[in-house]
Structure formats: structure tokens, C-alpha cells
């Protein structure tokens, strides 16, 4: 039996959670780090100019959440197949697996790049670029759309890696690439001189990194699933079942991209550029809050796939359980720390006095219910694990599509600009419902079916 076989199917559930999602944490800190880093440097490296920088970069985080939705969306239906291979001792599938990630990616990616391009400065102008931010926000995202396959290509098979087990290689991609980062941005952005087109340039060098990372995993003898050419040629099974299990998190990130269409023509209307630049900061601080739960979700999925494909039903509920306790109290700390120092949290981006203002409250209200995100993740992790596409994309849809849109909508109407920021913590409780109800039939389903083993 291999090792990785002997630790996924044999270790105790809370070892294996902390020992596969820690990895998974540091590597995504780091890299919500320098994003968070693009936007510090450019508030502090733009002077007069630095808070039409930071919109520029917020209009163009749409456009990441896009190639972003590409990446996972691959990476994680990949990853799935692969982890129930693997626990079905089926090498063969989960090498025609990788391969056929890689082809998919490839092309996805290369058709992504083109039709950005071409229709740039009309796609940034519907997120929200006003004639003043459309100049920063065309220098940067022109950048980071051209180094698309570089980002896609690193993130999706970061996640067959750690399908493997092999976390601690898929941390290292994401540390090495952003340590880059945080180092050529300033190199970039105040020594060149390049302003946010030398953020953007730092960030797909970075990208390339990963990149020359992961095929070094593939070529050296570190990988169980050997990475075989002739396997690129697209397999159609692998394939739409790749497919089917990441569309809810490819329709997640495509949706939230859209959302920015909603959320930033809201917000240039009852904020103006200011808002905008706000709300760019907010959704940083709320990533890199998130990013330990995110940890989480990638560590437990391959316990979960591998479990579930060897019938360890009992070893999949405790990590359910325990994952979900874990999450919850990550996301009130988190939340604390925001109630507690929000206006310090602001200052490290700007000196703005209208900004800091605006994003305290902005912060406060946006995190009222972030200790109910946590479980949403999880239940998101166990559906996909399981191959429940289904069930993953509801979770999925039910805050992006059936609660906030409308309320984005509405709530403004009657408390103006508070109103967009109200209406996260509300679609984020009731989300939280909604996963609660689809996760708690799931596990019925599997107590139904193997009593005697859970």
C-alpha cells in the first residue's frame, strides 16, 4: 500500500486536517498577501493619484475573478477524480486525469486571453471604470490578461497535486510565486517607475514561477500519477465529469465576476470612484480572512474523496464535523479582529480621509455574518469531494445568483450607498441555510445506506 494510501485512509481525521490544510494555508495567505501587497504599493506609490490606482486595480479584479473561475473550475473537478482514484487504487484513470487537465486548461486559457484583449476597454467600462479610472485600470489588467495561461495552468494543477496528498509541494508553488511577487512589486512599481503597469508585470513574472514549479513536479520522480503526453489527447468521459464537477465552482466565480457588474455600477452611482476603491479594499481584507477557510477546503477534500471512494462513510462525517467546528471559529476571530481595529486596517492602504471613512463602515457591515461563511465552504468542499455537482452548484447559486444581486439591487433604494454593504452579511446568513439543509441530506443519505459503519 502506498504511504499517501496508509496517511489518507488510515491517520486520525484531525492530524490529517491539520497536516493537510496548514500547507494550504500558508501558501494561500501568502498569495492573498500580494494582492493585497499590489494594492498598498499602489496607494502608497501613486501619491494624488493613488486612490484612482487602487479603483483602476478594483475594477480590474473582475477580470482575475474570471481566469481565477477557468483555474478552479479545472482544478478542482480534476482533483476530485483524482483523489477517488486514488482510493480506488485506478493509477491509470488519475494519470489520463492530470493530462487531460492540462489540455483543457491550456485551451481554455489561450481563448480567455484572446477574446479579453479584443474587448478590453468595453469589458472594464462594464465592471465600472469611469474616464478616470479607465486609463490605470487598462494599463493593469492588459498585463495580467496576457500572463492568463501562466496563472491557470499553476493554479488548476496545484490542485491535482494536492490531490495526491502532496500539500506541502502545492504550498510551495504558491509561497515561492508570491514571495516573487512581493519582492519584484516594488522593484517594479517605485525603482522602474512603471506605476500599475509594473504591479501587473511583477504579478505574471511571478505566475511564470509557479508554472516552472509545477512541471518540475511532473518531470521529476516526486509525482505517483506520471504526467504521460499521449494522455493529452482529450477524453471525453474525463473530461465532462471534470467539467460537471467544477461548474459549480467555475459558475461561482463567473456569477461573482458578474456580481462586480452589479456591485460597481451601484457603486460609482451612489459612491462615486471613492466607493469603488473601498470596495477593491474590502474584498482584500475579506480574501485574506478567508483564506484560512479556503485552507481548510482544499486540505479536507482529499481526505473526503479518498475516504469516500475506499466506503470509509465514518471517516468522512468527522471530517465534515470537525473541519466545520474549526471554520467557525477561524471566521469570529476574524470577524473580532475587523470589529476591533478598522480603521488601522484601512490606514495601511491609504492616508485618504473620505476613504478611510467610508471603509470602516464599509468593513464593519460587510463582516456581520462572516462567522456563517465557513460552513457554506465546508459543505461546498464535501459536495464537490463526493461528485455531487448538483448539490455544490445550489450552495453555490443560492448566495451569488438568488440572494445578492437582488438585495445589491433593493437595499439601496432605501439606505443609499449602506444599502450594498448590507447586503452581504443578509445573502451570506441566508446561504448559510440553504447549505445547511443540502449538506444535512447528504450525510443522511450515507447514514441510510451504511448504517452499521457510521
Not at 154 to 166: D, H, L, T, V
Not at 409 to 434: E, H, K, T, Y
Request: aromatic share 10%.
Amino acid at each position: 500500500m502506498h504511504a499517501k494510501d496508509v496517511m489518507l485512509g488510515k491517520e486520525s481525521i484531525g492530524n490529517l486536517i491539520v497536516k493537510l490544510s496548514v500547507p494550504a494555508i500558508v501558501g494561500l495567505m501568502v498569495q492573498a498577501l500580494y494582492n493585497l501587497v499590489d494594492t498598498i504599493f499602489i496607494g502608497r506609490g501613486l501619491g494624488e493619484q493613488s486612490m484612482l490606482g487602487i479603483a483602476g486595480i478594483s475594477v480590474a479584479f473582475p477580470v482575475q475573478i474570471l481566469m481565477m473561475a477557468i483555474a478552479l473550475g479545472v482544478g478542482i473537478g480534476g482533483s476530485s477524480i483524482i483523489s477517488r482514484a486514488l482510493g480506488k487504487k485506478d493509477i491509470l484513470k488519475a494519470e489520463r486525469t492530470v493530462a487531460n487537465m492540462i489540455t483543457l486548461v491550456l485551451v481554455a486559457s489561450i481563448a480567455f486571453t484572446a477574446l479579453a484583449l479584443v474587448f478590453l476597454d468595453p469589458m472594464l467600462r462594464v465592471f465600472g471604470a469611469s474616464d478616470t479610472v479607465l486609463p490605470f485600470a487598462n494599463e493593469y489588467t492588459r498585463y495580467i490578461v496576457i500572463g492568463t495561461t501562466f496563472f491557470t495552468f499553476s493554479a488548476a494543477m496545484s490542485n491535482a497535486i494536492r490531490a495526491e496528498g502532496n500539500t506541502r509541494f502545492a504550498m510551495g508553488i504558491m509561497v515561492l510565486s508570491s514571495i516573487a511577487n512581493i519582492i519584484l512589486d516594488p522593484l517594479f512599481i517605485f525603482e522602474f517607475g512603471m506605476g500599475v503597469k509594473g504591479a501587473a508585470i511583477a504579478t505574471v513574472i511571478s505566475q511564470v514561477i509557479g508554472c516552472i514549479m509545477v512541471i518540475y513536479y511532473y518531470a521529476s520522480s516526486m509525482s505517483r500519477v506520471n504526467l504521460i503526453v499521449a494522455y493529452m489527447r482529450p477524453d471525453t468521459g474525463i473530461l465532462s465529469e471534470t467539467i460537471s464537477i467544477g461548474m459549480s465552482e467555475f459558475v461561482f466565480n463567473v456569477v461573482e465576476s458578474g456580481l462586480f457588474l452589479i456591485f460597481n455600477q451601484s457603486l460609482l452611482f451612489y459612491g462615486g470612484d471613492v466607493a469603488i476603491a473601498v470596495f477593491g479594499i474590502v474584498i482584500k481584507v475579506f480574501m485574506l480572512t478567508l483564506m484560512p477557510i479556503i485552507g481548510i477546503k482544499q486540505g479536507i477534500q482529499p481526505i473526503v474523496g479518498y475516504n469516500y471512494g475506499a466506503n470509509e462513510f465514518a471517516r468522512v462525517k468527522k471530517t465534515i464535523s470537525l473541519s466545520n467546528y474549526i471554520v467557525t471559529g477561524i471566521c469570529i476571530l476574524s470577524t473580532v479582529v475587523v470589529f476591533l481595529i478598522p480603521e488601522e486596517i484601512m490606514r495601511v492602504f491609504s492616508n485618504d480621509p473620505q476613504l478611510i471613512e467610508m471603509g470602516i463602515t464599509a468593513l464593519k457591515i460587510s463582516f456581520l455574518m462572516m462567522p456563517f461563511i465557513g460552513y457554506q465552504v465546508v459543505a461546498t468542499a464535501l459536495l464537490q469531494s463526493l461528485g455531487k455537482s448538483k448539490g455544490s452548484l445550489i450552495v453555490t447559486l443560492s448566495r451569488q445568483i438568488i440572494f445578492l444581486p437582488p438585495l445589491v439591487i433593493i437595499l439601496p433604494w432605501f439606505f443609499g450607498l449602506n444599502g450594498i454593504w448590507i447586503s452581504f452579511p443578509i445573502s451570506d446568513f441566508l446561504a448559510c441555510v440553504v447549505a445547511v439543509l443540502i449538506t444535512r441530506k447528504e450525510i443522511d443519505m450515507m447514514k441510510h445506506e451504511n448504517a452499521e459503519k457510521i
